[in-house]
C-alpha cells in the first residue's frame, strides 16, 4: 500500500508539473471539449457557470454533470456538477468542480448571477478554490471574482468575453496565485444545424491559447464535433444527443505528447 501511494504521488506531482509547462486551463463540459475547448461565446451552453457567466441560460432551468478522465488515469480525474435557475429578477447558477484524488485535490464552489438587456449580456461569479494536500501537509483557499459580457451581434453572430480572478487571490497567506486569464471568443451560426466557434485565451503567466471548433448536427437531435487548440496542442472530436428534457455529451482530447482523454456529461432540463 506504501508503495503504491507513493507510485501515486509521483505520477500526480509528475502530471501537475507537466499541465503547468503546458499552459493548462481548465475547461468544463464534454461539448466544450468536443469543439477545441471554446465556450466563451457559445450561446445556451449548460456549463457558462465556468466558461462564461454571461451566457447562463435566461429561459431553460437546467442540472448538469461531467467527468473528465486525464489520458486515463483515475486518480486525476475532472468532475463537477452545475444548476442554472433563471427568474424575474435574472439568472442564477451555481457550480461545483473537483480535480485530484486523496493526496492532492483541488474544489471550486462557484455562484454566478447574469442579466441581460436586450442583445447585450452581463454576468458575474464568486468562485472559491481550496487545495488540500494529503500526508498531513495541510490546505488553504482563496476566493476569486469573474466577470463575464456577451452580445449578438448578429441573428448568426455571437460576441463573448470573460476576464477570470480579477482580484488576483492567493491560497491562505502564501504567494500561490490562482490562475488569471482574459479570454474572447465569436461563434457564428450559419444554419440551424451548424455552429463555428473560435476563443482566444491569454492567461497572464502563459502565451496566447487560440482554439476554435465546429458542431453539425447530422441527423435530429444527434450532433458531431471537432476542434483544436494551441498551447497546449490538442485535437478533439465528440458527439451529442440533445432533446427537450435532456442532453448527453461525450467528447475525446488527444493532448500532444501526454496522450487521449475522454469526458462525458449529462443534463437535465426541468
Known amino acids: 500500500m506504501i508503495q503504491r501511494n507513493l507510485f501515486f504521488c509521483v505520477v500526480v506531482i509528475s502530471y501537475v508539473c507537466i499541465f503547468e509547462i503546458s499552459y493548462c486551463q481548465t475547461t468544463i463540459g464534454a461539448r466544450s471539449i468536443g469543439i477545441g475547448q471554446t465556450g466563451v461565446a457559445l450561446p445556451d451552453h449548460q456549463w457558462a457557470i465556468f466558461s462564461n457567466s454571461s451566457l447562463i441560460s435566461t429561459d431553460k432551468r437546467r442540472v448538469s454533470f461531467y467527468g473528465f478522465r486525464y489520458v486515463g488515469i483515475s486518480e486525476i480525474s475532472d468532475l463537477a456538477a452545475s444548476v442554472q435557475l433563471p427568474t424575474r429578477i435574472g439568472s442564477f447558477a451555481a457550480g461545483f468542480h473537483r480535480y485530484g484524488f486523496n493526496l492532492f485535490n483541488q474544489t471550486h464552489l462557484r455562484l454566478g448571477y447574469k442579466q441581460q438587456v436586450k442583445h447585450f449580456h452581463a454576468g458575474v461569479t464568486v468562485n472559491y478554490s481550496h487545495v488540500q494536500q494529503g500526508g498531513g501537509y495541510g490546505s488553504a483557499g482563496a476566493i476569486g471574482l469573474n466577470l463575464g459580457i456577451a452580445a449578438q451581434i448578429l441573428e448568426s453572430l455571437w460576441l463573448g468575453a470573460r476576464a477570470t480572478n480579477i482580484n488576483q487571490p492567493a491560497y491562505g497567506d502564501t504567494e500561490e496565485y490562482l490562475p488569471r486569464d482574459l479570454a474572447i471568443g465569436l461563434s457564428y451560426l450559419?444554419?440551424?444545424?451548424?455552429?463555428?466557434?473560435?476563443?482566444?485565451?491569454?492567461?497572464?503567466?502563459?502565451?496566447?491559447?487560440?482554439?476554435?471548433?465546429?458542431?453539425?448536427?447530422?441527423?435530429?437531435?444527434?450532433?458531431?464535433?471537432?476542434?483544436?487548440?494551441?498551447?497546449?496542442?490538442?485535437?478533439?472530436?465528440?458527439?451529442?444527443?440533445?432533446?427537450?428534457?435532456?442532453?448527453?455529451?461525450?467528447?475525446?482530447?488527444?493532448h500532444i505528447p501526454l496522450g487521449m482523454s475522454p469526458a462525458i456529461d449529462l443534463g437535465v432540463t426541468f
Open 190 to 254: 450559419p444554419s440551424r444545424r451548424v455552429i463555428l466557434t473560435a476563443d482566444a485565451v491569454k492567461d497572464v503567466r502563459f502565451p496566447i491559447s487560440i482554439r476554435a471548433g465546429t458542431e453539425i448536427e447530422l441527423i435530429s437531435g444527434f450532433l458531431a464535433r471537432a476542434g483544436i487548440s494551441t498551447q497546449p496542442e490538442t485535437y478533439a472530436g465528440g458527439f451529442g444527443y440533445v432533446t427537450d428534457r435532456w442532453q448527453i455529451n461525450i467528447g475525446i482530447q488527444q
